[in-house]
């Protein structure tokens, strides 16, 4: 597994993203098996692109699963 911070704001972290992760053990911190890294955007700037852990947009959200329970 891989791990990537969300204040990197790339599109694995944003919450328009559709491929395969969960949130990481440290705080704001997605894991990701670095072999199965694609997903679609949905509903955003790239919507129906096929988008890797490194890219990212001037349109992105936090993933809904990283923000704090209290917020």
């Known amino acids: 597994m891989a ?10 972290s944003c919450n328009r993203w559709g ?3 969960r949130p990481g ?3 704001e911190t997605v894991e990701y ?6 997903g679609l955007c949905v509903d955003g700037p790239w919507h129906g692109s096929l988008r890797g ?3 990212a947009c001037g ?3 936090i ?4 923000q704090p329970k209290d917020a």
Not at 3 to 12: G, M, N, S, T, V
Not at 63 to 66: G, P, S
């Open 25 to 27: 053990a440290a705080p």
């Open 53 to 55: 852990p490194r890219n």
């Open 19 to 21: 491929g395969t992760r």
């Open 33 to 38: 098996d670095e072999h199965d890294d694609r």
């Open 59 to 61: 349109q992105w959200v």
């Open 3 to 12: 791990i990537q911070p969300a204040d990197r704001k790339r599109c694995l």
């Open 63 to 66: 993933w809904l699963a990283l």
